[in-house]
């Protein structure tokens, strides 16, 4: 079972990033997948989730900025992020739960935002 995730990096605020996290050895239709974050101090917070049927969930502070999607047939998440701000810098976290609320977990992928 694995979960790699690609795409952070340093960009200004106001600037884009997409992050991608692709599965194997996993179910992926019976996983919802999203994106969870931590900052240095705090703990890890829910960023966006998707079901496999396309619903999706936003934590507020990104609703409207950042846009989740999956392709099923790829077995891959996306985390489309736009005007990002330097409250977004954090360690992203690909993430599956099934309905028995079984995790699997990314290995991370840094985002930093300049001010």
């Known amino acids: 079972v694995q979960l790699q995730a690609s795409g952070g990096g340093l960009v200004q605020t106001g600037g884009s990033l997409r992050l991608s996290c692709v599965a194997s050895?996993?179910?992926?239709?019976?996983?919802?997948m999203g994106w969870y974050r931590q900052s240095p101090g705090k703990q890890r917070e829910l960023v966006a989730t998707?079901?496999?049927?396309?619903?999706?969930n936003y934590a507020e502070s990104v609703e409207d900025r950042f846009t989740i999607s999956r392709d099923n047939a790829k077995k891959s998440v996306h985390l489309q992020m736009n005007d990002l701000k330097p409250e977004d810098t954090a360690v992203y976290y690909c993430n599956g739960m099934t309905h028995s609320r079984e995790h699997v977990w990314g290995q991370g992928t840094l985002v930093t935002v300049s001010s």
């Open positions: 050895g996993i179910n992926f239709n019976l996983y919802r």
């Open positions: 998707c079901t496999s049927g396309g619903t999706t």
